[in-house]
């Protein structure tokens, strides 16, 4: 039994505790922690101590509670590492499918194999207007995605395009997700070269549906991204929320300096 800290309230050291048996793998991801009554009589307390002992372990994202199978450490998933080689392209041979060049090698460390496309026609507000620099009203193509990778949730991702641009075209054919290359090949099929994509990231608690979608556990926050592909000045594609669980993901970015 742990002896408590000085002045710290009893449910916290058994949560020390019980964190400390998920770390050494006493407890390892997936298994049940023990049920609260057995709890309640190892650490010979209160109930009620032993439920506040396990919320917090729920918001530090560590245990997960379903109801009718009980509290279990939350199963840990493999980090997805994006860099701007995702971006990269190399020629595709004539026999692929879709595009016109595909991601080179290891731009998709977790490969994407299944994508929820809802597409829909929708007229431009007035801050996608200014982004793309036409009149407000103007019709885009709205991409909601959601992506995964052996069946876990990787991304979620609302994105648009001028209708002008690719109606007509298999760009806007939603059964063709996912493709390969991403965006980027996709405006290449049209004959469409990017020169420059923007991209500005923030973290943040997920909202309700995020959370579902994502399957995230309590207290586990979410990384977004706004991205700007531009075609020289010109924006040409705008993602306005990809969102990312922060528990799964790393952002890695390189800077070359000029000197001199």
């Given amino acids: 039994m742990p002896a408590p800290h000085y002045g710290q309230p009893r449910y916290r050291s058994i949560a020390d505790e019980l964190r400390r048996r998920i770390a050494v793998g006493a407890i ?94 929708r007229p431009a507000t007035a801050e996608l207007a200014e982004m793309f620099g036409v009149q407000p009203g103007t019709m885009l193509l709205e991409r909601r995605l959601l992506s995964r990778s052996h069946g876990i949730p990787l991304q979620l991702t609302t994105s648009y395009y001028l209708l002008d641009m690719v109606a007509a075209t298999p760009v806007a054919d939603p059964t063709l997700e996912p493709w390969p290359g991403g965006h980027v090949a996709q405006l290449a099929s049209l004959g469409i070269t990017v020169t420059k994509i923007r991209e500005v990231i923030r973290a943040r608690m997920p909202t309700t549906d995020e959370t579902s979608a994502l399957r995230l556990p309590a207290g586990v926050p979410v990384v977004t991204v706004s991205r700007k592909t531009y075609v020289r000045e010109r924006v040409v594609e705008a993602a306005t929320n990809l969102v990312l669980p922060a528990d799964r993901t790393e952002l890695e970015y390189e800077t070359r300096l000029c000197l001199g």
């Fill in 28 to 121: 390892p991801p997936g298994a049940l922690l023990p049920p609260e009554s057995t709890l309640k009589s190892e650490f010979d307390v209160a109930l009620g101590t032993i439920r506040s002992a396990l919320d917090v372990l729920r918001a530090e994202g560590l245990v997960v509670t379903e109801h009718g199978r009980g509290t279990y450490v939350r199963p840990t998933y493999p980090v997805r590492r994006l860099g701007p080689d995702r971006y990269w392209l190399q020629p595709q041979h004539p026999a692929d499918d879709h595009a016109s060049a595909k991601p080179s090698d290891g731009a998709r460390p977790e490969p994407v194999d299944q994508v929820d496309a809802d597409y829909r026609e």
